[in-house]
């Protein structure tokens, strides 16, 4: 019988525990779009929970500080992601962004969400329709989760052209 090491055995112990660890939870800090993807393909973890975990990220860290980066949460962001999760239950084929989670800038007209290009004149103006972009990434299966903050008009005093 052959004997191993207590320092190779401490290794494979720690190995065989990572693992089951891995593949049992889910890390939002750093995710990457293939990282969610697996995780919602395995069943790690569904849309509805990553969208519910980046707004309490969003309330944590932006609206509960004077951080202001986040300008609107898309109120329809939840229910968009259970959509998405009974898409993923029926086994069709994903679009590349099926569910992924992203932040707009405030100039980008998203149908349903406020769009004031930082602006103050704009406050309340709510397009019917997505900018092309928007509208290419909710195609690709991508859900708008929230609007950022920026300069009015995407224009800043503090920069200058040269």
């Not at 990282?35 to 980046?54: F, N, P, R, S």
């Not at 349903?112 to 103050?120: F, P």
């Not at 989760?145 to 224009?155: G, V």
């Amino acid at each position: 019988m052959k004997k191993f090491s207590p320092l190779l055995l401490i290794i494979i112990l720690m190995n065989s525990c990572t693992t089951s660890t891995k593949e049992n939870s889910f890390v939002l800090e750093e995710a990457s779009i293939s990282y969610i993807l697996e995780a919602y393909k395995t069943g790690v973890v569904t849309c509805e929970d990553v969208v519910k975990q980046y707004i309490s990220r969003i309330k944590k860290y932006d609206q509960s500080s004077e951080l202001n980066s986040i300008v609107i949460i898309n109120p329809r962001a939840i229910e968009i992601a259970r959509e998405k999760d009974q898409i993923i239950n029926e086994n069709k084929d994903l679009p590349p962004l099926h569910g992924i989670p992203l932040i707009v800038k405030d100039n980008f007209n998203t149908a349903g969400l406020q769009t004031a290009a930082g602006s103050l004149a704009m406050r309340g103006f709510e397009p019917e329709t997505d900018s092309w972009i928007v509208k290419k990434l909710v195609d690709a299966g991508a859900i708008v989760l929230a609007k950022s903050n920026m300069a009015e008009w995407a224009f800043s005093p503090m920069v200058t052209i040269s």
